[in-house]
T-cell receptor, first 111, second 114 residues
Framework: GQQVMQIPQYQHVQEGEDFTTYCNSS?????IQWYKQRPGGHPVFLIQ?????EVKKQKRLTFQFGEAKKNSSLHITATQTTDVGTYFC???????????FGQGTTLQVKP | DGGITQSPKYLFRKEGQNVTLSCEQN?????MYWYRQDPGQGLRLIYY???????QKGDIAEGYSVSREKKESFPLTVTSAQKNPTAFYLC?????????????FGNGTRLTVT
């Protein structure tokens, strides 16, 4: 069935380094959403990508949706300690419409 | 301010007891969801509801029950039949069911069963 794999599972970076997490699907996705969960907190919606090849930016965060709509990435430029948390991609099931989450990438930033 | 309220934040129960987790939203959202989060396993869908008086099983519904008698409320009962109930439970809502509606999450309830 439809599923996504999110990589890497964990990433440790030095403050100021860049960070990228990838979400890869075996099938075409209609859209993809990204969420951030701070340690001890709840997931917070960041952005939704709908169009093939779409690129959106939020300050130091850059989100991309692949041309084939089978993969997506979140890139953070010059990480800060406030970027610490787990980043999830999520997509809508083609059968039921419900949102299905990837496993998440947990980012640690060393000051 | 509109939002989703989950209570309590921490809950402790003895094995064999049923426990009900509260979820209330004042966002006027039609759809509501319950997710379970375990370390390293992301978010797994327990139950969801598209509209009042209707709900559907998610991927891991066994040992859980829900009700949706009011638009604002979607309580989750963890029954004694749930084999591994200790987890972080997240309630969420969205405008409607469908992959264009972002989810708004509550702060979660951390349930510990001993």
């Amino acid at each position: 069935g439809q599923q996504v794999m999110q990589i890497p599972q964990y990433q440790h970076v030095q403050e100021g380094e860049d960070f990228t997490t990838y979400c890869n699907s075996s099938t075409t996705l209609s859209n993809i959403q990204w969420y951030k969960q701070r340690p001890g907190g709840h997931p917070v919606f960041l952005i939704q990508l709908v169009k093939s090849g779409e690129v959106k930016k939020q300050k130091r965060l850059t989100f991309q949706f692949g041309e084939a709509k089978k993969n997506s990435s979140l890139h953070i430029t010059a990480t800060q300690t406030t970027d610490v948390g787990t980043y999830f991609c999520a997509y809508g099931s083609s059968n039921t419409g419900k949102l299905i989450f990837g496993q998440g990438t947990t980012l640690q930033v060393k000051p | 301010d509109g939002g989703i309220t989950q209570s309590p934040k921490y809950l402790f129960r003895k094995e064999g007891q049923n426990v009900t987790l509260s979820c209330e939203q004042n966002l006027n959202h039609d759809a509501m969801y319950w997710y379970r989060q375990d370390p390293g396993q992301g978010l797994r869908l327990i139950y969801y509801s598209q509209i009042v008086n209707d709900f559907q099983k998610g991927d891991i519904a066994e040992g859980y029950s829900v009700s949706r008698e009011k638009k604002e409320s979607f309580p989750l009962t963890v029954t004694s039949a749930q084999k591994n109930p200790t987890a972080f439970y997240l309630c969420a809502s969205s405008l409607g069911l469908g992959n264009n509606s972002p989810l708004h999450f509550g702060n979660g309830t951390r349930l510990t069963v001993t």
